[in-house]
């Protein structure tokens, strides 16, 4: 999807709240606010908002002399999704559909999400887990059967992996899978905004589960021009591809292929554009080359 | 007071706001934006908010080509408050005390405010008229009743607006006054954002209860070193200053004279900062160059 005009002020407050993060010292904020003016000056709309915000968080990376502002909150997600995990593991051990609850704590966890808001919030951390349990049920079921069905059938399966800590519960997730080999998860190349690398999966334990291959991009989406040949060939070769959050939704909507999007709906442009609820917990299956909303 | 990081954002915002209210034409729009980030790059922190709005608004009327983006919906404001107006005049009527009831719903006409957000919303308003007949009563009433006799001992009173439609319950306030002689309601000089001018203030029936004086300025706020020297002398010889809205207290806060700050507190930079809550009213005594919370 283009970039809409509305997600310029989310830009610039991202911006300022990612610097929030690492510094306090107004000056080096605002002359790092001034390159992310002048590189916005010239912004062009037809680029999905993962690309802009790639060439934004290369700026903040740079301008704060920082590798990786989220550092501290990526460590703080995954520590708490670990300890969140135990109670997920055993909601979906007495769920009676196991694979239906699994997917709904997979898209409960797309809420440890630093690119809408900088802050952590256990509030409504919490509050996405505790409806995790009720949303199991809530899912088309043969939707999910198909899901499963497909995982059951594929050679291969892929997992785009989205933010740290939410790949703890992208773990359950695939620990529910009717297979156990074939099964990739992709992981950013480099750190951007709070997207899970290789190194952070390995600390969600995804490489007890899955081959992690890093994706050869820091964009937070995954945008295919961008990916790396190995990448590439598995994404083309994969029967089925789980694309989890919302920045993989926006660069990947339109290919011509069939995905499976989890994700909850966080951006009121999103909502809109696509008439999802904001808010809403989405399993959208994707026929190859349309739109099929859940 | 000075302009925030956290302002930075909001400002984006309210241009593509702003814009939206004129024009569907998203290469407008865009072309718009790109000037308005030029101008950010630049932007000096050490002005107020209001001063650099009213630079960003400048732009936004020239690139759009429309001497007035917010004409229909301060039309729409000022016909809302007077359809709301028979019903305030009949609370403060029979309230206990009529005048803290007039106050009140001077501050409830603070809501019709399109800086922080540009669309019409009903419930919010109706709600903040509903709140006003209970509010009359909260405030504390020695308060109160200082400001009622600074203004019975008064020779020259002066209350600077803010937005249009707030104006009419400016005026129902003004009749409250326990003087009818020495009245001036300022104005600004030329459309920036909804502020009231002249002809709206006129619309809302000011001239029937005060003199209105354009401040000789088109900011959001009262910048003093920006106002004419016919308002300068109001605003030095006045005993009595009334001080509607956000924008200024932002540009009034630090000067060095007794201000009444009437406004609802809607920006999280100013509630943080000055340790107000998020949607408080205010009566606030703002003594001769410190600032007296409520």
Redesign the interface.
């Known amino acids: 999807m283009r970039t809409s005009?509305?997600c310029?002020?989310?830009f610039?407050?991202q911006a300022?709240g990612s610097?929030?993060l690492v510094t306090e010292d107004?000056g080096t904020?605002?002359r790092m606010?001034?390159?992310i003016?002048?590189e916005?000056?010239?912004?062009n709309?037809s680029m999905t908002p993962p690309e802009i915000a790639q060439k934004l968080h290369a700026i903040i990376r740079k301008e704060l002399n920082h590798r990786d502002p989220f550092q501290a909150i990526k460590r703080m997600s995954t520590q708490r999704a670990l300890e969140l995990a135990p109670e997920a593991e055993a909601a979906i051990r007495t769920s009676p559909n196991p694979f239906a609850s699994a997917v709904a704590f997979a898209i409960a966890g797309n809420i440890l999400d630093f690119g809408m808001k900088s802050e952590w919030n256990e509030e409504i951390i919490s509050k996405s887990f505790a409806e995790a349990v009720e949303k199991g049920s809530c899912f088309d079921e043969e939707k999910v059967d198909r899901l499963y069905n497909e995982i059951d059938r594929a050679k291969r399966v892929l997992v785009l992996g989205d933010n740290t800590g939410e790949a703890v519960f992208d773990r359950l997730l695939i620990e529910h899978f009717p297979r156990k080999t074939g099964i990739f998860y992709a992981a950013k190349s480099a750190p951007v905004i709070n997207d899970v690398t290789a190194e952070e999966a390995v600390d969600s334990g995804i490489d007890k589960v899955a081959a992690i291959i890093p994706n050869g991009a820091a964009i937070p989406g995954t945008v295919l021009s961008k990916c790396s040949s190995e990448f590439i060939e598995i994404f083309n070769t994969a029967e089925v591809v789980i694309s989890k959050g919302q920045g993989n939704f926006e660069t990947l909507n339109e290919e011509q292929r069939k995905i499976w999007f989890l994700f909850q709906v966080k951006c009121p442009v999103i909502a809109k554009y696509y008439r999802f609820g904001l808010g809403d917990w989405l399993l959208l299956e994707k026929e190859q080359g349309r739109l099929a909303c859940s």
Chains 1, 2 share one sequence.
């Not at 916005?40 to 912004?43: P, Q, V």
Request: with cysteine; glycine share 0%; hydrophobic share 50%.
């Open positions: 005009l509305e310029l002020p989310c610039v407050r300022v610097a929030r107004e904020i605002l606010m001034q390159t003016f002048r916005l000056s010239t912004a709309l």
